[in-house]
């Protein structure tokens, strides 16, 4: 049974946090991987926390991280269940010291995130999401919360989007859905405001990669939520040798089309960027 992984993840990600912290407290250097991504001491140290423990609880399963993704797509299509990593998601708000950066852990099973975990260390807050046990949030060592998505209000829409990419194609997808509230937010925080029942919608109209989004989906479809590619099929994992997600939408409730206002554009992107 999977949920047997649940306390033995929750421990590293909390692990990897603390790695992450010590560095934040800290004066620390900048470098620039080859896509132009930037990289910290903070994503190795998490990395090296969260391989070591993976490799403690399940040492046969493959690992997948961001920051050792260079497994050719022949080896990698082999795997129908194996870990994918983000050890620092949202680098860029972790340079700027604004706090919204987590720990992604997600486990694939056949293409689809069955296990997540997000850790927020700054917050020292944790979202948790299984396929079948549900969705939870908890803070510090305080008893851990049951969350669920909202249905939709009957004001405006709540809508979170990235802090770091906007775009023209977001901003007119916005104009289309009608009346909103907009939120601007790093990382995967956004996919954990609608899991919590604190946001209605978020679309993604530009580049992602597998590790930015895995965790934190697992964790909005626990809560009864979705994410969708934006022609409404499910988001799935290590289907193509480009770990580059297509666009998608994160959304609460299921009664209402959010793939319509969607406007025309690529379905893949080229470059790659996350935040």
Same mark, same amino acid.
């Given at each position: ?18 790695a992450i ?27 090296r ?10 040492p ?14 022949e ?45 927020v ?13 549900? +969705? ?6 305080? &008893? @851990?919360?049951a969350?669920? $998505?909202?249905? !939709?209000?009957? %004001? ?42 604190s946001?209605d ?13 895995a965790?934190?989906?697992?964790v ?13 099929r ?20 299921? +009664?209402?089309d959010?793939?319509?206002?969607? &406007? @025309?554009?690529?379905?893949h $992107?080229e470059? !790659?960027?996350? %935040?």
């Amino acid at each position: 049974m999977t949920t047997e992984l649940l306390p033995p993840l929750i421990d590293i990600a909390r692990r990897a946090g603390d790695a992450i912290m010590d560095i934040y407290e800290q004066d620390f250097d900048v470098f620039e991987k080859a896509d132009q991504s930037p990289l910290t001491s903070a994503d190795l140290a998490s990395h090296r926390v969260i391989i070591d423990g993976l490799k403690a609880i399940t040492p046969d399963w493959p690992i997948l991280s961001e920051e050792s993704a260079d497994i050719d797509f022949e080896q990698r299509r082999q795997w129908s269940r194996y870990w994918l990593v983000d050890p620092l998601d949202g680098t860029k708000e972790f340079i700027k010291r604004n706090g919204e950066f987590t720990v992604n852990i997600a486990l694939i099973d056949h293409h689809r995130p069955l296990l997540g975990v997000v850790y927020v260390p700054v917050k020292n807050t944790l979202y948790c999401g299984h396929h079948d046990s549900g +969705a939870f949030r908890q803070h510090a060592d305080h &008893p @851990q919360q049951a969350i669920r $998505v909202r249905p !939709l209000p009957g %004001g405006p829409v709540t809508v979170v989007g990235s802090r770091s990419h906007a775009s023209p194609r977001v901003q007119a997808y916005l104009d289309a859905l009608g009346p909103h509230e907009l939120t601007s937010m790093g990382s995967s925080l956004k996919f954990c405001l609608i899991a919590e029942g604190s946001a209605d919608l978020y679309p993604r109209l530009g580049p992602t990669s597998e590790w930015d989004t895995a965790a934190a989906q697992a964790v909005v479809e626990a809560a009864g939520g979705r994410v969708t590619e934006t022609d409404g099929r499910p988001l799935q994992y290590n289907r193509k040798a480009s770990l580059l997600n297509p666009e998608f939408l994160v959304f609460a409730d299921l +009664a209402r089309d959010w793939t319509e206002p969607v &406007p @025309q554009g690529p379905t893949h $992107v080229e470059t !790659l960027q996350s %935040g």
